[in-house]
């Protein structure tokens, strides 16, 4: 099988080829872009990354790392034009959650369930209030999974101030998200399900 790099290499030569990317891939981006905005947004998001990506296949670096983070890169960026309504998207994620978590058995759990309402409506409302940039570096950590070095290339920045940015927003977030501050390679897990 190909290689991501092989196949932006032959869509160079055989436009066609790079059909093969967005079998790969879209998926995910338009995961990543529907959990920050709307549908209709995502639907839109997914067309122009592809498009983007499509059209900068050729400035694609192989060294400088993996397809997917550069995918999310450009997805990132786009999203930053739809800003006012990924901070909508969070409250109606956490009215969305909050819903599903009460509708269960009535009598079942509830206080164990009205806590987890709580804290979600928290959470996501904190996330919506963290700087673009902080907001951007949680959500590829924790629910994109990627790594630091990921992050780093996807949003183009040092992988320091991944690690920055990824602590000022467990300051600002609080108890919602666990206190490791570990590389998910190094340590072999995230804290992937904590923000959502």
Not at 12 to 36: C, G, I, M, N, Q
Not at 156 to 176: C, D, E
Request: charged content about 30%; overall charge positive; hydrophobic content about 40%.
């Amino acid at each position: 099988m190909n290689t991501d790099h092989d196949v932006i290499a032959r869509s160079l030569k055989e436009p066609a080829a790079f059909a093969d990317l967005f079998d790969r891939h879209a998926a995910t981006v338009y995961r990543y872009a529907a959990s920050r905005s709307t549908r209709q947004v995502a639907d839109d998001l997914l067309s122009e990354t592809f498009l983007v990506a499509f059209e900068q296949r050729a400035k694609f670096n192989p060294e400088r790392g993996e397809v997917k983070p550069w995918l999310l890169g450009i997805a990132t960026t786009l999203l930053r034009k739809h800003r006012r309504v990924e901070a909508r998207s969070y409250l109606a994620l956490a009215a969305e959650h909050t819903r599903k978590v009460l509708s269960s058995d009535a009598f079942e759990d509830t206080d164990e369930r009205l806590d987890a309402a709580a804290a979600l409506r928290d959470v996501t409302t904190r996330l919506a209030k963290l700087p673009r940039g902080d907001r951007d570096v949680v959500i590829l950590f924790a629910w994109e999974d990627l790594s630091y070095e990921q992050i780093a290339q996807a949003l183009g920045i040092p992988v320091g101030t991944v690690r920055s940015r990824l602590n000022r927003a467990r300051t600002k977030l609080g108890a919602a998200l666990p206190n490791h501050t570990t590389n998910r390679k190094e340590a072999g897990h995230g804290f992937a399900g904590s923000a959502a």
